[in-house]
């Protein structure tokens, strides 16, 4: 469990994932100076969003294909036949 953690947390660092880290820690700050317990608790989620890469999109996180070989695999698709119809 833990290196689980530690995987996500320290691995594929990208754009969408630090906007979330910075804007998750400026929601929290003004929670706190503003003594709002529901902003704060947004900024905490965001947060965690931001350190454990995970969104509100599933448990896939809505993430595309990295490499070549993952579209090749995913894409099963069969040929498409027509019949003509008089």
């Known amino acids: 469990m833990l290196n689980f953690i530690k995987s996500q947390v320290l691995s594929q660092w990208g754009f969408t ?3 979330r880290l910075v804007l998750g820690v400026v929601v929290l700050i003004q929670g706190i100076q503003a003594a709002s317990i529901m902003l704060a608790i947004f900024g905490g989620l ?3 969003q931001g350190l454990l890469n995970a969104s509100g999109c599933g448990p896939n996180g809505c993430g595309v294909p990295r490499y070549k070989e993952d579209l090749k695999s995913n894409n099963t698709s069969k040929e498409t036949t027509y019949e003509e119809i008089k």
Do not use: A, E, K, S
């Open 17 to 19: 994932r630090i906007i």
């Open 46 to 48: 965001f947060i965690l």
